[in-house]
């Protein structure tokens, strides 16, 4: 069974670009996270969806990050412009929809913006 | 709100001695404890996790914790450390109902040495 895939692994942009990052969850698996870790920090919660719908959304920083899940199945994040501060690893996570079950990680995204 | 406390950023055992990485959590709910590896290049991967069946959850590798209420810990152990066990290792708290997002510590890199 594959597991939660994450495209691309690294990323190096300028100060102002756009970057899309893309995770494909396990299949069947209705919820889908988004972590990020920066520099030297906690691993910290970005969203959470549940199939299309955003179930919680109040870790994303601000209005620079969209996150996307069309369909339920793969799910996006793009940050634009992209800001320096935005540098760490974005990692996705999928479960099933079922209290107190474990998430499944995908390797990550490393982005860095100079 | 829930938080978790790794007490020791670095922990640098012997191969073949004992390991200790320590996890103290709040929560206002009974929370459900995590233990997550991530080996360098790799994703998160779930060692073990507690939801309140036996106090003492037992993972792979051989590794164990105890969840011990009374003193709000979540402690990792194993008896007998490998070289392949070198790896940053995260406690995480997923507790309030209807939020499934999980809260992570800050990380222990345990250093195995020969």
């Known amino acids: 069974e594959a597991g939660v895939t994450q495209f691309p692994s690294h990323s190096v942009i300028e100060k102002g670009q756009t970057v899309t990052l893309r995770c494909d969850p396990i299949?069947?698996?209705?919820?889908l996270y988004w972590y990020r870790r920066v520099m030297g920090k906690e691993i910290k919660f970005l969203l959470h969806?549940?199939?299309?719908?955003?179930?919680?959304e109040s870790g994303m920083p601000n209005n620079r990050f969209l996150a996307e899940r069309t369909g339920g199945t793969y799910s996006t994040l793009k940050v634009q412009p992209a800001e320096l501060e935005d540098s760490g690893v974005y990692f996705c996570?999928?479960?099933?929809?079922?209290?107190?079950?474990?998430?499944?990680f995908g390797q990550g995204t490393r982005l860095t913006v100079v | 709100a829930q938080s978790v406390t790794q007490l020791d950023s670095h922990v640098s055992v012997s191969e073949g001695t004992p390991v200790l990485l320590r996890c103290n959590y709040s929560?206002?709910?009974?929370?459900?404890l995590f233990w997550y590896v991530q080996h360098p290049n790799k994703g998160l991967q779930l060692l073990l996790k507690?939801?309140?069946?036996?106090?003492l959850v037992k993972g792979i590798n051989g590794f164990e914790a105890e969840f011990k209420k009374s003193e709000t810990s979540f402690h990792l152990t194993k008896p007998s450390a490998h070289m392949s066990d070198a790896a940053e290792y995260f406690c995480?708290?997923?507790?309030?109902?209807?939020?499934?997002?999980?809260?992570f510590g800050s990380g222990t890199r345990l250093q195995v040495q020969p």
């Open positions: 507690y939801t309140s069946a036996a106090t």
């Open positions: 995480v708290v997923s507790g309030i109902t209807g939020r499934r997002a999980l809260t």
């Open positions: 299949s069947g698996h209705d919820n």
């Open positions: 969806f549940v199939k299309e719908s955003k179930q919680d």
């Open positions: 996570a999928s479960s099933q929809d079922r209290a107190n079950t474990e998430a499944f």
């Open positions: 929560s206002s709910y009974s929370p459900s």
